[in-house]
């Protein structure tokens, strides 16, 4: 099935380092989610786009929705090691019966 | 927001055997997912699971292999029939929207192996 492009796939990085990763389409999205899985447990919602252009933040974590709708980025500032684990981009558009279109994620470790 | 409980959380199967997985939300929500994720992969849709129809199947998810049940808008189940090795995966269910917001809550999954 359709997938996005999310990169990098990995990185790791010191404490204290800033972090960036975004995904792109090829479609449109009404809406983008970025989610972070840690090992063993189900996504958690870190942060959701709903208007392109619009910029959210939520604590160190910031987020865009691109301009065409047809891409996002995720930054994360001030890395610290709780940080570690899997990030998830996903696409939804209420047309296509509220399926998500997923990411390959991004699998970031932290150096203490 | 939406809690989502699953259970069980793990299960060690024996191949042929099937196993039915649970999924309870704390609020009433129109849709239900189920997917899987196998080791080091994103995660893949099975179905969608809406109170008093049937689930709609994903190209290469059938009802027999994966029969659902949504009784009512607080609770699912998930079915995996049959097993074998290559089942071994977690399977998470998702609600969504919920909390006044078009977004998607997922459980903690299950996370499955088959011997």
């Known amino acids: 099935g359709q997938q996005l492009n999310q990169s990098p796939q990995s990185m790791f990085i010191q404490e204290g380092e800033d972090v960036s990763m975004n995904c792109t389409s090829s479609?449109?999205?009404?809406?983008w989610l970025w989610y972070k899985q840690d090992p063993g447990e189900g996504p958690v919602l870190l942060i959701a786009?709903?208007?392109a252009g619009e910029l959210t933040s939520n604590g160190r974590l910031t987020a865009q929705f691109g301009i065409t709708r047809k891409d996002s980025f995720l930054n994360i500032s001030a890395s610290i090691p709780s940080d570690v684990g899997i990030y998830f981009c996903?696409?939804?558009?209420?047309?296509?019966?509220?399926?998500?279109?997923w990411g390959l994620g991004t699998s970031l470790a932290v150096n203490p | 927001s939406a809690v989502i409980s699953q259970k069980p959380s793990r299960d060690i199967c024996q191949r042929g055997t099937s196993l039915t997985i649970q999924c309870q939300v704390d609020?009433?929500?129109?849709?239900m997912f189920w997917y899987r994720q196998q080791p080091g992969q994103s995660l893949t849709l099975i179905a969608t699971?809406?109170?008093?129809?049937?689930?709609?199947?994903e190209s290469g998810f059938v009802i027999d292999k994966f029969p659902i049940s949504r009784p009512n808008l607080t609770f699912s189940t998930l079915t995996v029939s049959n097993m074998s090795p290559e089942d071994s995966s977690i399977y998470l269910c998702?609600?969504?929207?919920?909390?006044?917001?078009?977004?998607?809550?997922f459980g903690p999954g299950t996370r499955l192996t088959v011997l």
């Open positions: 786009l709903y208007k």
């Open positions: 996903a696409g939804l558009n209420a047309g296509n019966n509220r399926k998500l279109i």
């Open positions: 998702s609600v969504g929207p919920a909390g006044g917001s078009d977004t998607q809550y």
């Open positions: 609020s009433q929500v129109t849709m």
């Open positions: 479609s449109i999205f009404n809406t």
């Open positions: 699971a809406n109170q008093g129809s049937e689930a709609t199947y």
